[in-house]
Structures are given as C-alpha cells and as structure tokens.
C-alpha cells in the first residue's frame, strides 16, 4: 500500500483524541500546535492535559465516548491502551468517512501521523506507511541536523517577498534565479547567523537591484561517452543550472539523470523518437528557449567540438546574439582507448592520432589515404560501422601493412561495452562475424595490439583467434539473425 501524503490546514477546526495518557498528549500536543481546537476524551488526564484544559486551550470530556460526538469534527485520534475502544472509534469514524488514527496500528488508521522537522511554515515529513518507523525515525534525526534551524526564518522572508518577486519578473526562470540566490547567497547566511533584521534588508536591495529579465544563454556541454563518472565538474553545474537541456541520442540516461529534476528535457537525437529533428529545428529550439530568458543546455554526447556540429551552432548563436559558452566533454577516441587498455600514442609504436570520420563514399570523401596509410600512427575512426569494408580496401590500396591491429569498442565506457580485435585484413569480416553495431569506435595502428594485454574494463576483447574451438570465445558471438543487419548495412556503404 502507498499512502497519499497530505498537509491539513486544522486552525481552527475540531478534532477529537480519544484517551487521556501520554501517547494521547503528544498527539494533542502537535494538534493544538497546528492550531485546532482538541477535544479530549478520557476520564483521567496526564498533568499536561490537564493543564491545558485548565487553561482552557483543550476541551474535556471524561464520560464514555459518545458516537455523536463524531458528526463535529474534522479528524479523530484514538489512543487508548484499549485495543477494543480504539476499534470501535475506528470503525464508526469510517462510517461517516471521517479521517481516523489509531496510535500504533496502521491497519485501523485511515491516515498515518508522519515524523516530522519542523522549521515552520518549512515542514519536511517522512513516512514509511506504518512499516518500517525506526527507519522513518533515523532519518529524521539525520535531516534534523542536515537542514539549519534558519530555514523556517529562510521560508518567511521567501513567503513575505513572493508577491513582489512575482511583480518584478515576468519570466519563471527568472524568478527562480532570484530565489536560487536568495536561497544559497548571503541573505540564507546572515539568516544562519541570526541576523533577520539585516538579512531582509539585504533581500530587499537585492530584489530592487536586480535586473528584470535575464538575458538566456546557451551552454553546449560535453557529456562524455556515457559513463557519468567522466562528466566534467562545470558539465555537472551547467546541468544543475538548467531550465531546458536539448540532448542527442547518444547522452546516457545515467549522465540525464544528474541534471535538475524539473529542467525540461528535450530529445533532439537525428534519431529522436520515429522523427527527424534537423539541424536547423536545433537552432531554432536553442533560439527560442534563450530568447525566452532561460538557462540552456545543450548537451552532446563525448565532446561538442569533435564531430558534434558545436561549430556550426555557435556560430549560429554568435549570428543571433545569444551569450554562449563551451564544456569541453571526453571524446569518444579518448574514452574508448582508457575504457580498451589501448594508448592512443605509445613510444616506438605510434608518435601521432588521428581523429577521423570516414564517409567513403567519393562525393565526400575528402580524406588524404595515402597520409593515413603511413605506419606508426594511430587512426580513431568515428561513425565507421557501416563503412569498413571501404575503408579497409582503401587502406590497402594505399600501402598500410594488412597485418596492422586493429581494436573496435561498441558502447565504449558503459555497462555492455564490447571490443573486437584482428588486422586490418580482417577488419569488415570481424565486425561482421561479431555484429558489431553503433555507436562504434575503430582504432587502427600499431598501439591497437595492446588491447590483449592491458584491457582492464568489461568483457576481455575479443581476439582474432578463429571463433570455432577456441574454448568459449564463440559464445560471445552475436547471433546470426542479427548479422545480416551488419551485412546489410556493409553492402550499401
Ligand atoms: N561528439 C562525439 C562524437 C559524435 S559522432 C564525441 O566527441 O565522442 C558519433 C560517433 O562517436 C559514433 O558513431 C561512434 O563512432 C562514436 N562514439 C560516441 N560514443 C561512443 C561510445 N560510447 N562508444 C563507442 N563509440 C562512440
């Protein structure tokens, strides 16, 4: 069962707590707190309880319970030591619909009395449902001391300038700029430092001093390869500032779910969904959500400047004025090299990288093959799965050894990362045989080699011994029916 939570307004409203003892006036005590009006029920009374009706602040009434009573509340709490009384209360409350807790037994309660931290009007409740109390209780106490006594001055110096903050700025994202630093500036300190009179002061000059719009801007942020740990510390605080994130496909779930939980996410994947969005749809998302006074962040799958069109983008923010910044990500060549136990440069093996997409096909292709036949390089092929086979002919057409190694990470840096290893004359017949789909890296040259013996993460590579009888390793082969996707896509290239 889950329960609805719930915060009830009772001032100045009758509530009746059957039972006079000590569990019946702590309830009475957070019921009159909250301003309604007790009655209690119960022919003896603790000293406490009789005080306050003494004082007249509680209503008494120490004959047996009377079902009438029930049609002149709001709410009812039993907590007599009678396990009989407390069910009867139960049930005839449930008759009228009335809302009723029964101290200590779920099962006849229709609502659960939370435990609560109180820095009022600022209430935090927790609740485990009746089922694990202590729990709820711990991590009271945990929160007790994790949220400063100040909060509650915090929350009435929020509430008293709400009407003139609402008047002041007419974007929502601008108006929780003001709060956010109202809420983390030195207004919250001097609060901390129980210096209300001057915190308000502060509060107003700031309210009057601020500008009425914010200007949006657009912060493209490298999210890495998928691994979250690989973001950086600024991509991190862009995302936690934003109020809109367009994001490609590529960006990992796990690196989304670090971004503010109520900034709008905005899938713009050229695959997004069934649809297309095009370049030019990106732009005029960007535009539109700067030009409305918000945060933007767009984020890109490994870095936004290698074969991520962040070129194209800033320049056309530059053309519209917008105010943008760049945060660089871990491109995906470097993060399958670490995630591959592959050095993209290694003495006597590789003195230089290149980082390359090969689209073959010869209306784009613009790529000088004899310059990247030469050995002792490294070659970090990007978007190359459906181009293998040409890209391996014109390798060789050019002079590079056949026997060059080869390592190709699939999902490099995630949970299902694969990496298939061979030589260059192997190149399309592995990736075929293995099934290895997008997104893909290929890393071509000498260093390559090195994937056998320094891989550290995930499944060992995949070797270029032949798959039949070699104790195992064909196991992991994909199925054949997923093959002919590969094959397909090997013969449009
Ligand atoms: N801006 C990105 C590249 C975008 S192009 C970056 O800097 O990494 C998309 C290509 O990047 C994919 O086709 C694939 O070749 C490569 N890629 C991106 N993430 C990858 C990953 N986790 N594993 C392997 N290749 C990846």
Known sequence: MKLYPLFADLSHRSVLVVGGGVVAERKVAALRDAGAQVTVNSPALTPLLRRWVEEGSVAHRPEPFREAWLDRVWLVVAA?????????????????????????????SSFHVPAVIDRAPLMVAIS????????????????????????????????????????????????????????????????????????????????????????????????????????????LRAL???????????????????????????????????????????????????????????????????????????????????????VPGITAALACAAYAGVPLTHRGHAQSVRLLTAHCQASNDTLDWAALAQEKQTLAVYMGVGELAQLQSRLLEHGRDPATPFAMVEN???????????????????????????????????????????????APPLGAAPDIGDGGRAARVRPAARQDDVLAALHQA
């Open 240 to 326: 936690n500032e934003a109020d809109v994130i367009l994001h490609d496909r590529l960006v990992s779930a796990e690196v989304l779910a670090l971004s503010r939980r109520d900034a709008e996410r905005i899938e713009v994947g050229k695959q997004a969904g069934n649809h297309h969005v095009t370049q030019a749809q990106i732009h005029r998302l960007m535009l539109g959500h700067a030009r409305a006074g918000r945060r933007v962040v767009r984020l890109k799958g490994g870095d936004p400047f290698v074969f991520g069109r962040g070129g194209e983008e800033l320049e056309f923010l530059r053309a519209h004025d917008i105010a943008y910044e760049v």
């Open 80 to 108: 007599t030591s009678d396990r009989a009384t407390n069910a009867l209360v139960s049930e005839l409350a449930g008759l009228r619909r009335l809302f009723v807790n029964v101290v200590d037994d779920a099962a006849l």
């Open 412 to 458: 490099g840096s995630r949970a299902g990362q694969r990496v298939v290893t061979g030589t260059l004359a192997q190149l399309a017949e592995r990736a075929v045989v293995h099934a290895v789909r997008s997104p893909a890296l290929l890393i071509l040259g000498e260093v390559a080699a090195l994937a056998g013996s320094l891989a550290w993460f995930g």
């Open 128 to 235: 485990s449902g009746g089922q694990a109390p202590m729990l709820a209780r711990w991590l009271r106490e945990r929160l007790e001391a994790l949220l400063d006594p100040s909060l509650g001055a915090l929350a009435t110096l929020a509430a008293r300038l709400r009407p003139r903050i609402r008047l002041r700025f007419g974007q929502p994202a601008a108006r929780r700029r003001f709060y956010e630093a109202l809420f983390a500036g030195p207004v919250a300190s001097l609060l901390r430092q129980g210096h209300e009179a001057e915190a308000r002061n502060d509060a107003e000059q700031a309210l009057a001093a601020a500008p009425r719009a914010f200007a949006g801007s657009v912060v493209l942020v490298g999210a890495g390869p998928g691994d979250p740990g690989l973001l950086t510390l600024r991509g």
